[in-house]
């Protein structure tokens, strides 16, 4: 065991079951590897046996959003220092091999060498009550469209007498009209069947649909008390506000700045010039689903916003395309949320120095 007067840096390589944790010491050697159960008291013993080693400086941990997210909790309330490690790219794992205990010596090593420097989400606040209502709330939409396009395709293949009289009704008249059925005969009929079918459906519907506007019913008070500010902003309501919110998470401080927050929600574009060309391309990365949630504000805004409206007719004048507008405007908007995002409120305690 190597002296506790010795700074280590720790590595942890997460998994269902188990966490394997390795040390290694500032120079980069590799001093202990060992795996421990994903248990309240296997967090302990591994905490402690991460001390054994020496005064720990920090721990890369990979997984935080998701194996990782106990473990990083527990460390967090325990004052340890947590660096976000994504995992190893596949030409290092074909140079290097793959095994746990060589995944968390290199979530340590990237922690020395600098390589991982991200700051995790905390996920112990408000924010993170509105990414789990979310979740719910997601699958429900999925379901009822999942629903829907099933009933209309069955009408697209049902018996020509009953198509006919689904033909032309809206969604809502569809789906009323569909639970409002009574169909009888025998489940042996091919037409029977497909009413008796699409009633289930559209009953499955109507219950999904009540399970999202409760969802909305309960997002929308959270997403205010967590950002009002941002709520306020034009073209800017509770799903898209508890989207950008569950991107940033509930230690937005950990974003050094806007454009950091732009990279992150993939909005900021990416240099591509060579020679005598100058130009930026369009950004793949970051979070999709907050990348969306701009789209959304933007679609919205050039809509309804007389500013922005005034901003694509210049800018079109001018010979940019729809497609280079929008992705000015979704920077902007960004600016924009991040400047809305809620921080950490410091206390008179701790502005007051202590002797």
């Not at 293949?157 to 009289?165: D, H, M, Q, S, V």
Request: proline letters at 5%; charged letters at 25%.
């Amino acid at each position: 065991m190597a002296s506790k007067g010795i700074a280590v840096i720790g590595g942890i390589d997460t998994h269902t079951d188990f966490h394997q944790a390795a040390v290694i010491d500032t120079v980069g050697r590799h001093l202990a590897t060992k795996a421990f159960p994903t248990t309240p008291d296997g967090y302990q013993h591994l905490l402690d046996w991460l001390l054994s080693h020496g005064d720990l400086l920090a721990v890369g941990l990979e997984g935080t959003g998701a194996y990782g997210a106990g473990i990083a909790r527990f460390l967090t309330t325990h004052d340890i220092t947590i660096v976000e490690v994504d995992r190893p790219d596949r030409k290092a794992r074909r140079h290097n091999g793959k095994s746990d205990p060589l995944d968390a010596y290199a979530a340590a090593t990237a922690v020395l060498s600098g390589r991982a420097s991200g700051t995790p989400k905390t996920r112990n606040g408000i924010v993170e009550a509105i990414r789990t209502l979310r979740v719910a709330r997601s699958s429900a939409v999925k379901a009822r469209t999942q629903t829907i396009n099933q009933i209309r395709t069955l009408i697209v293949t049902a018996p020509a007498g009953l198509r006919e009289k689904l033909r032309g009704l809206t969604s809502g008249e569809l789906i009323d009209t569909l639970a409002r059925s009574r169909p009888a005969g025998d489940l042996a009929d091919p037409q029977h069947a497909t009413r008796v079918a699409l009633r289930r459906l559209a009953r499955r519907h109507q219950r999904l649909t009540e399970e999202i506007t409760e969802a909305d019913t309960d997002l929308g008070p959270l997403t205010t008390q967590a950002a009002p500010g941002l709520v306020a902003l034009p073209g800017i309501g509770p799903e898209t506000a508890g989207q950008l919110l569950t991107t940033a998470g509930d230690n937005p401080d950990r974003l050094r700045s806007e454009a950091s927050f732009a990279h992150l929600c993939g909005t900021a574009p990416l240099p591509a010039s060579s020679g005598r060309t100058n130009r930026h391309r369009l950004n793949r990365g970051g979070d999709r689903q907050a990348n969306r949630a701009l789209h959304t504000i933007v679609l919205v805004r050039m809509r309804h916003d007389e500013r922005t409206r005034d901003y694509v007719t210049r800018r079109t004048a001018e010979g940019m395309t729809k497609k280079d507008i929008m992705r000015c405007l979704k920077r902007f908007v960004a600016r924009e949320v991040y400047r809305q995002l809620p921080r950490p409120r410091i206390t008179v305690e701790q502005l007051t120095p202590t002797a």
